[in-house]
């Protein structure tokens, strides 16, 4: 998988996917000592008078605990979406800061992600703090430039059981010349596939339970299945539009343009991944030269020629998808698992009726052929990186101590025993009035609580990880079986060595590889809309051509050699 920056916005999924229970199964250090939170901190009613009264320790105990005094570090998201996870007054950001002094200062980008973050490191007027897609070419920029502290000195110097508690594997595969530079957000253990709640490595596509039954509720097996009832769907609900997808993109999603288009490309294509390696030539080729990744836009091309796609969805923001979602104006859209379930449906049902909710459909076949998501345990979302600016660099990285351990990844999800959680037979549970919020109103839990939104360095671990999915499947029975149907579908991808594939970039490829990302950012848009299949061949060859004449095949040796180097550093080969 290349650099997705908002594909990771299934970190707005996998964010959000936390609270459905979507943690990853197991960990190393079991969650021991959580449970025993409450009488191991010292709080006071206020964060200031808990910092004032903290801010000398004994030297022995946590290194977050030496200092408590108040402090604030700025820090940059990446994404601009995210404005669930802004400090403002919410329980746990005010729980972090009575227990550690430590106020986030988080600014999200103001218009484009990428143009934004490329500005501020070439004036080099950084933040205290980034967070940052592991992945994206900008980190190789900050490393190469000196501009951000390797986790490795900061650790040592001031924080050394937060080395400690770090997966060996998470450290080997994160390193950088021999060094880690970032605390990964996200990253899981080995056994997620079979732990945890089942994963849904897609944005799945979803039909509106009322017209689904008003059409006969029949099977939806096939795509030509799918093309039927939003046929159907159109003629019987002619202001409804019949297909929603999520905004195109490929600068941020990825080379699949939309992140709703995976439903579709691992139907049409269900061995892309393996099928793009060619040890031959030793080149791993663009997904764009692939037939079945092909038909699946040549599928999307069909339904705009039917009257089923709306073309403003070319050019929509997600604001404006997320709108029209809302209001149920879709009869098939597509959104990722836990948001449907937790955020949308809810605000459906309370507004305009619980027979206008969606639900989900399951995998289609493409050609005869059935689907497979490539599913396998996450190698970290975004990346927490301290900069040469940091004003104080060693709370920071005292603080991260906080956040990785046990005590804090509990305060992060759950807060206070009996105040917001309790323990039943062993494992935390919301009290349920906080329980209810989550599951009736999301935004409004988030705005009010915060969890899973302050430190923002999601990690495993058994006891959340247990409480979870215990929650899971009591508390949200439809998404969890859901899931499970989807999940029939999924295959570890995990040894085929195809993350972080894109060059560098800076490099002389990685110039290449953007002119690449941006011509087929046009394409689609002419694909999508051309009118006959000789039209969209003709585009599609123009678009080839094109690439190639661009250096195309300079990438693909590129991306050849950092497959072998992932392969490296998961010790497959």
């Not at 934004?116 to 920029?141: F, Q, R």
């Not at 997808?245 to 709703?260: H, M, Q, T, Y």
């Amino acid at each position: 998988m290349e650099t997705k920056g908002l594909k990771v916005l299934a970190a707005a999924a996998i964010a959000a996917t936390v609270l459905a229970g979507c943690g990853s199964g197991g960990g190393n250090d079991g969650g021991n000592g959580a449970a025993n939170t409450a009488s191991d901190t010292k709080t006071t009613n206020n964060a200031g008078n808990a910092a004032g009264n903290a801010a000398t320790q004994a030297d022995s105990g946590p290194s977050w605990k030496k200092d408590t005094s108040p402090f604030t570090f700025t820090q940059y998201f990446y994404g601009n979406w995210a404005s669930n996870y802004l400090w403002k007054d919410q329980y746990a950001m005010k729980l972090a800061t009575e227990k550690t002094g430590i106020t986030i200062d988080r600014k999200l980008a103001t218009g484009n992600d990428e143009d934004y973050l490329n500005t501020m490191i070439a004036s080099g007027d950084l933040p205290d703090t980034i967070m940052l897609d592991w992945n994206n070419p900008a980190v190789t920029k900050l490393i190469k430039n000196g501009m951000v502290y390797s986790m490795d000195e900061l650790m040592d110097k001031y924080a050394p059981d937060l080395k400690k508690m770090l997966d060996p594997d998470m450290v080997k595969y994160h390193s950088i010349d021999g060094k880690l530079w970032y605390l990964p957000n996200f990253y899981e253990t080995k056994d997620r596939l079979t732990s945890g709640v089942p994963i849904t490595p897609i944005r799945p596509w979803f039909i509106r339970s009322d017209i689904y039954k008003a059409i006969g509720s029949p099977k939806i097996e096939t795509t030509d299945d799918l093309t039927n009832a939003l046929k159907q769907a159109k003629a019987k609900f002619p202001k409804i539009s019949p297909v929603g997808v999520e905004f195109f993109d490929v600068a941020k999603i990825g080379f699949e343009g939309s992140l709703s288009m995976d439903y579709l490309i691992d139907s049409f294509s269900p061995k892309l991944l393996e099928d793009r390696v060619k040890a031959d030539k030793q080149i791993v080729e663009y997904p764009m030269r692939n037939k079945g990744f092909i038909d699946a836009f040549r599928y999307m091309s069909q339904l705009s020629r039917d009257g089923l796609f709306d073309p403003q969805l070319l050019i929509y923001k997600q604001e404006q998808y997320e709108e029209k979602l809302y209001g149920a104006q879709y009869a098939v859209a597509s959104q990722f698992m836990n948001g449907m379930y937790t955020q949308y449906n809810p605000k459906i049902e309370s507004t305009l009726g619980k027979d206008q909710k969606y639900q989900a459909l399951g995998g289609v076949k493409a050609n005869g052929q059935d689907p497979r998501y490539p599913a396998s345990r996450l190698m970290g979302w975004q990346g927490f990186f301290i900069t040469k600016a940091a004003k104080n660099p060693e709370r920071i990285i005292r603080f991260l101590e906080y956040a990785w351990s046990d005590e804090g990844q509990l305060d992060f999800r759950y807060g206070k025993e009996g105040e917001t959680y309790d323990m039943v037979d062993g494992l935390p549970q919301y009290k349920p009035e906080v329980q209810e919020l989550m599951l009736k109103d999301n935004s409004a839990w988030y705005a009010k609580y915060g969890f899973t939104a302050s430190t923002l360095l999601w990690r495993a671990g058994k006891l959340w990880d247990d409480a979870s999915t215990r929650d899971f499947k009591k508390d949200q029975p439809d998404q969890f079986a859901a899931a499970k149907e989807l999940e029939k579908y999924n295959f570890d991808n995990y040894s085929l060595g195809m993350e972080n594939l894109e060059p560098d970039g800076s490099s002389p490829e990685g110039v290449i590889n953007a002119k690449i990302k941006d011509l087929w950012n046009k394409t689609i848009p002419k694909l999508i809309l051309s009118k006959t299949d000789a039209e969209f061949d003709g585009i599609y060859n123009d678009f080839i051509g094109q690439m190639d004449q661009v250096g195309a095949e300079k990438v693909e040796k590129v991306m050849w050699q950092r497959h072998l180097q992932d392969l490296e550093k998961k010790g497959i080969q």
